[in-house]
């Protein structure tokens, strides 16, 4: 695709630091660490994953499956809004941009 990830913004979780931090730093990508205890800094990223567990709770639930399809109905979700026209994005499919 010829685009080259410039900036990470995280939370400040452990799974963003040691490999990932120097992941991140080898490669010249800019990590950027919200305040500790402000989830608004990343409000975007909340809302999408607020969004991606209420599918995921509506398909198991309509499908009645066990909890155990959890992982299998995200990854569904997440191909959902991936495929699909984004008005965000004058009408193209994330996939695609």
Not at 3 to 15: S, T
Not at 53 to 68: D, H, T
Request: glycine share 8%; with cysteine; proline share 4%.
């Amino acid at each position: 695709m010829g685009m080259k990830l410039k900036c990470v913004r995280v939370d400040n979780g452990g799974e963003y630091m040691g490999h990932f931090e120097n992941y991140c730093m080898t490669h010249g990508i800019k990590l950027e660490k919200t305040i500790p205890k402000t989830p608004q800094q990343n409000g975007l990223a909340e809302r999408m994953n607020r969004t991606i567990v209420e599918r995921v709770r509506c398909m198991i639930s309509q499908a009645k499956l066990s909890k155990s399809f959890w992982g299998e109905a995200m990854r569904t979700a997440i191909d959902l809004i991936n495929f699909t026209p984004s008005v965000a994005l004058d009408g193209d499919v994330p996939q695609q941009v």
